[in-house]
């Protein structure tokens, strides 16, 4: 079992920086991947950004990509989204996801790969 509890999320200006924490409790760390997805009012939860259990790989959206790094540190059992140049269509619950993985570089794209989920924290960027 994997519990995930994210923070950070809030309100900002269009423009404005935001950086999300996922904490992970129940396994150890280095063994799972880890991904954060979005769900927008009205739309499908979609991937944003993925990472593999040692951070050596990653994925972005091409929505966020130049805009979002997702990065982990591995002795705080965390990882993070940094969230810039914040745009309205932003707006979102972002939740993190984790699952086991045995491959070194391996991250996962889609949602029903995961494992186990956070409660999503909600960003909200006005314009």
């Known amino acids: 079992q994997v519990q995930l509890v994210e923070s950070g999320g809030g309100l900002v200006q269009a423009g404005g920086s935001l950086r999300l924490s996922c904490a992970a409790s129940g396994r150890t760390f280095s063994s799972i991947a880890v991904g954060w997805f979005r769900q927008a009012p009205g739309k499908e939860r979609e991937v944003v950004a993925t990472i593999s259990k040692l951070g050596g790989s990653t994925y972005y959206a091409d929505s966020v990509k130049g805009r979002f790094t997702i990065s982990r540190d591995n002795a705080k059992n965390t990882v993070y989204l940094q969230m810039n140049s914040l745009k309205p269509e932003d707006t979102a619950v972002y939740y993190c996801?984790?699952?086991?993985?045995?491959?070194?570089?391996?991250?996962?794209?889609?949602?029903?790969?995961?494992?186990?989920w956070g409660q999503g924290t909600q960003v909200t960027v006005s314009s």
């Open positions: 996801a984790a699952r086991a993985v045995r491959e070194l570089f391996r991250v996962f794209l889609r949602e029903e790969e995961y494992d186990y």
